[in-house]
């Protein structure tokens, strides 16, 4: 059975600390992993990661995927605010998706 | 449309009724993917379309799911029955070719009474 498990589960930080959140997967066929970002109802695109080693940046967003090892891992630095989401790690695999519960993660100001 | 759409966006009924959920993909995304997520839970798949037919129905909770798509654009879930167990947020997404990029709708949060 295909399996996402993502840590940690949840997260609270101050302001302008740097975030790294986990996931890792138990996927056949593996195809590619994908990170989003839940606010009220509907997640929202954030990388998508087929090759092992190679960074993807998005402003203060990163993510990298260790595909001998199975995981990948999203950076937020200098978080705000708005950065308090839910954040959802997906495997595509055997032509559908699993998804990890998500960690949520809350910025204090 | 700029997006993925579903209708409607809330819908309480009362449990025993039939339901039927809608989701309007990007025009010419020919991947449809229908998702059910409780409140607190991560996202459960539910049905995968390529054009109009469903190759993986296999997260259909029960045979009270059904879903169907015409002219590779609307998909509906139908829902007979309902329970209260069925209460959650079901989203729609879709992609260009079955690519993993997906887009999703907005949800359609469901209530069983």
């Known amino acids: 059975e295909d399996k996402v498990v993502q840590s940690p589960l949840s997260l609270v930080v101050h302001e302008g600390d740097t975030v790294t959140l986990n996931c890792s997967y138990e996927v056949t066929n593996f195809r590619s992993l994908l990170w989003y970002k839940q606010e009220k109802k509907a997640p929202t695109f954030l990388f998508m990661l087929?090759?092992?080693?190679i960074e993807k940046k998005s402003g203060r967003l990163s993510s990298i995927l260790d595909k001998k090892e199975l995981f990948s891992i999203l950076n937020i630095t200098a978080t705000q605010t708005g950065d308090s989401a839910v954040y959802l790690c997906a495997v595509f695999g055997n032509e559908k998706l699993t998804f990890g519960t998500g960690t949520r993660l809350t910025i204090i100001p | 449309g700029a997006g993925v759409s579903q209708s409607p966006s809330n819908k309480v009924t009362e449990k025993g009724k039939d339901v039927e959920l809608r989701c309007d993909p990007i025009?010419?995304?020919?991947?449809l993917y229908w998702y059910r997520q409780r409140l607190g839970q991560g996202l459960e798949f539910l049905i995968y379309?390529?054009?109009?037919?469903?190759?993986?129905k296999s997260g259909l909770p029960s045979d009270r799911f059904s879903a169907e798509r015409t002219g590779e654009s609307v998909s509906t879930l139908t829902i007979q029955r309902t329970q209260q167990e069925d209460s959650a947020v079901y989203l729609c997404?879709?992609?260009?070719?079955?690519?993993?990029?997906?887009?999703f709708g907005p949800g359609t949060r469901l209530l069983v009474l």
């Open positions: 087929t090759s092992s080693g």
């Open positions: 997404a879709s992609s260009l070719d079955g690519l993993e990029t997906q887009y």
């Open positions: 379309f390529q054009g109009n037919s469903a190759p993986d």
């Open positions: 025009s010419g995304h020919t991947a």
